[in-house]
């Protein structure tokens, strides 16, 4: 399974940005999708999940401000962020949790900086 993240920018406090994540390879086998975020010198935050079923859950801190939703024809997770203030600065990741036979694994996009100005 290979991940890639589009979507990052530079945007002021209170503005929006949308974060794409598509996924190539077998992805009949990804259950769940989420998003992550890593900010300098902090550790990696899970951010929000989208299940195959549809079943969404968040982060307290993100919860009304952002959106997971997917589109299933593109194998695309989609992260509307709105509302961003600078303490969402950070590298954001998608992962795919992918499972076969019994066999799981975690899949990671390689990042797409979001820097949010006051």
């Known amino acids: 399974v290979q991940l890639v993240e589009s979507g990052g920018g530079s945007v002021q406090a209170g503005g929006s940005l949308r974060l794409s994540c598509a996924a190539s390879?077998?992805?009949?086998?990804?259950?769940?999708m989420a998003w992550h975020r890593q900010a300098p010198g902090k550790q990696r935050e899970w951010l929000a999940a989208i299940t195959s079923g549809g079943k969404i859950d968040y982060v307290d801190s993100v919860r009304g401000r952002f959106t997971i939703s997917r589109d299933n024809a593109k194998n695309t997770v989609f992260l509307q962020m709105d509302s961003l203030k600078p303490e969402d600065t950070a590298v954001y990741y998608c992962?795919?949790?992918?499972?076969?036979?019994?066999?799981?694994?975690?899949?990671w996009g390689q990042g797409t900086q979001v820097t949010v100005s006051s």
């Open positions: 390879g077998m992805t009949s086998n990804i259950n769940a």
């Open positions: 992962a795919a949790d992918w499972a076969d036979l019994g066999v799981g694994q975690t899949y």
